[in-house]
């Protein structure tokens, strides 16, 4: 069964490519709902001009389904309201940007 800290762990797997670290350690993935009717990721970006975002929405959407199973709907919200900041990075992101 898919839950909450499986998805987490299944997203830590998708690198922004312009920063080279994980999506969840970025602060980009703002809430994950599992339920009977499949997962629910809402995400941002750093910025709203991201030319990544169709890329990385897409990676985290395979990510899931690689831990989650074809057959579980898998839903990728891209949001910016409110909008990302640096405070949203994990301890160990920030420590590695400098």
Not at 81 to 92: I, K, V, Y
Request: glycine share 6%.
């Amino acid at each position: 069964m898919v839950t909450t800290e499986s998805v987490r762990e299944a997203l830590k797997t998708v690198i922004d490519p312009e920063l080279g670290l994980n999506i969840v350690d970025l602060g980009l993935i703002y809430e994950v709902e599992v339920d009977d009717a499949g997962v629910r990721i809402v995400m941002s970006m750093t910025s709203a001009a991201c030319p990544m975002h169709n890329l990385l929405s897409r990676l985290a959407e395979n990510a899931v389904r690689d831990v989650a199973g074809a057959e579980v709907q898998v839903n990728v919200d891209v949001v910016f309201d409110p909008p990302w900041t640096p405070d949203l990075m994990s301890d160990e992101a920030r420590r590695l940007l400098g």
